[in-house]
């Protein structure tokens, strides 16, 4: 390769996702020769004992310059083969199962790790594209992000009984190479294809991992010796050796304090002091789909009297509407320019009866029981802001990201619980259909560890990573504000767009400034003669926005300086911009 690592946008990709895909890794002669030497053997498997030049393209294709380079930085040095070669979807018994995978429970031998800028991915699977793969072909599917998930997966996601719109079915060309985290749930469709389908998988581990065994005959002896004959089969099993097939997987021990026995299925046992609660109300595929993707969709909360109401009280206040025409929200994309986005506020202080249908937003049952289980009780909003887009409009170039961390518009699981502290209702008042533009968002990205590339927050090259959302009127949409990239695609429907957006804070975090920021509020005649510095430390919650938070106190040459120089994120209009006092 002639670069010395991965590039941030394909770490992003990978990190976010939990796959990668290297368009045009093979030549069209290796895959030439790779498909001749499959034709010629007349078998689909085995490839690295086939003999003569017939197993060489396959051998060459286990350390292939490209593929080592990746797997060097996303599983480690000293990464080794674990599963030999296999065409996938040959074993007809191997295609409908249920997808396996997923990070929860965790599987330390194939899960996703990253700590201090270091990543250990600790399984791969390497699908080399033989062959064309189009979209609706079938064959491998995944879900992304499911490589992070801190949620069981549904069983319906797994059979696709109900997939939710999860499942991802990769599109390629011959040549491609497709790096997939052992950790991502994923599994094998019927093939629809009107070309045979041709995807070449090899599995990787980390040098350490113990997870499968391997073909040589030496895997079939026992693993015990004599001396173990004198141990009972309890003692056997807590000093077992790795590697052989009657030890891989390992023996269980099950416990109970006090009693130990074997248990000969050898199911994972490992007890856990939290069980899920029957009784909580909460829908357990909401919660799922919530922790994988960082947003949700409610359908149908608004029946069509409401909708008819909240579409009527916009009408009648078109008057209001306006545009920030100086505001750039597309930020110089090519994909996301536009004319500038109207929209209207201060819905709840319309005259009745035309605040009423969005005052019946305030409070409302179906949503406050979400928020509740978003980030808790407590929560407050600003009320609705409606975004009326007309044909022409910007989108809104993709902003906010895990990484880098702000607390107060983070997400984080914890003990069975969401904690996310920014929440975003959006009540959909008309239909957003497919190439309609408006919301979109990068599924995963509230657990991202790298910046967010240029490529994608333009949309210019978003590497396929940003997802447009079709919604009903009526339909409520939640997304991770702050923690989930976001943003939207230009307006290009007849109808202009009729969304409201609610802003939620959690009860631990502030948003946006108001009264009580003033340190005169706040404390009362204790500030009397401060100076500036002190004053700075006396204010109240204000908006949390990285290092453009004013006042700020500065230490230059062991001397205090306060600085009042904004950043473009400040939103809050209480925060001085000169010094308040005469005092230094």
């Not at 829908?283 to 069509?304: I, N, S, T």
Request: hydrophobic share 35%; glycine share 12%.
């Amino acid at each position: 390769m002639d670069r010395e690592a991965m590039s941030n946008g394909e770490n992003y990709c990978f990190d976010s996702a939990g796959y990668l895909i290297v368009r045009g890794a093979l030549s069209r002669n290796k895959v030439a020769g790779l498909n001749q030497a499959i034709d010629q053997s007349g078998r689909v498997e085995g490839m690295l004992g086939w003999s003569g030049s017939l197993r060489e393209p396959f051998r060459d294709l286990l350390i292939h310059p490209h593929l080592v380079w990746y797997l060097n930085q996303i599983i480690g040095y000293g990464f080794r083969l674990d599963r030999e070669p296999e065409l996938l979807g040959v074993r007809l018994e191997d295609v409908g199962l249920p997808l396996v995978g997923g990070n929860e429970p965790r599987v330390p031998g194939r899960a996703y790790y990253f700590q201090n800028g270091r990543r250990y991915c600790q399984a791969v699977r390497v699908i080399w594209a033989l062959g064309d793969v189009n979209e609706g072909d079938g064959g491998f599917v995944m879900v992304p992000c499911s490589h992070k998930s801190n949620v069981e997966t549904p069983q319906d996601v797994l059979t696709g009984r109900d997939d939710m719109g999860l499942t991802f079915q990769p599109e390629l060309k011959a040549g491609d190479l497709l790096l997939v985290a052992g950790a991502v749930l994923q599994g094998l469709q019927a093939w629809k294809g009107s070309e045979r389908q041709r995807l070449l998988s090899y599995e990787y581990v980390g040098r350490g991992v113990v997870q499968s065994v391997g073909t040589g005959p030496k895997v079939s002896e026992s693993g015990y010796s004599e001396w173990m004959d004198e141990l009972s089969p309890e003692q056997r099993a807590s000093v077992y050796r790795p590697g052989y097939r009657d030890t891989t997987p390992p023996p269980t021990l099950v416990t109970d304090g006090e009693r130990i026995s074997l248990d000969g299925d050898q199911e994972v046992f490992h007890p856990s002091i939290y069980i899920r609660d029957p009784d909580t109300t909460i829908d357990e595929k909401e919660f799922y789909f919530w922790d994988l993707c960082g947003y949700l969709v409610l359908r149908g909360v608004m029946d069509e009297e409401w909708l008819k109401a909240a579409n009527e009280a916009i009408d009648k206040s078109e008057d209001r509407i306006s545009a920030n025409e100086s505001e750039d929200l597309s930020r110089g994309s090519q994909t996301l320019a536009g004319t500038a986005l109207p929209k209207i506020g201060n819905l709840l202080q319309l005259p009745s009866p035309y605040c009423e249908p969005f005052r019946k937003m305030m409070s409302h049952s179906v949503v406050e029981h979400r928020l509740n289980w978003m980030g808790g009780s407590g929560s407050r909003c600003g009320g609705p802001t409606a975004f009326c887009s007309v044909k022409g409009t910007s989108g809104h170039a993709m902003h906010n990201n895990h990484e880098p961390l702000i607390p107060s518009r983070q997400y984080v699981f914890q003990n069975g619980r969401s904690y996310c502290e920014a929440v975003t209702a959006t009540w959909q008042l008309r239909n957003v259909n497919h190439g309609d533009g408006g919301f979109a968002c990068l599924p995963g990205s509230h657990k991202a560890n790298y910046l967010m590339p240029p490529g994608v927050e333009s949309c210019d090259d978003h590497m396929g990573l940003v997802k447009h959302l079709p919604m009903k009127a009526g339909d409520v949409l939640f997304f991770m504000d702050g923690a989930t990239t976001h943003g939207t695609f230009p307006w290009m429907s007849e109808i202009s767009r009729r969304g409201m957006l609610t802003k939620y804070s959690s009860r631990s975090f502030h948003r946006s400034g108001g009264k009580m920021v003033q340190p005169e509020a706040r404390w009362g005649d204790q500030i009397e003669d401060m100076s500036d510095a002190q004053l700075a430390v006396m204010r109240g919650p204000d908006r949390d926005v990285h290092k453009v938070n004013v006042p700020r106190i500065l230490v230059e040459d062991r001397n205090l300086r306060v600085s009042y120089e904004r950043g473009s994120a400040l939103y809050s209009g209480d925060a001085p911009t000169g010094p308040l006092t005469s005092k230094g």
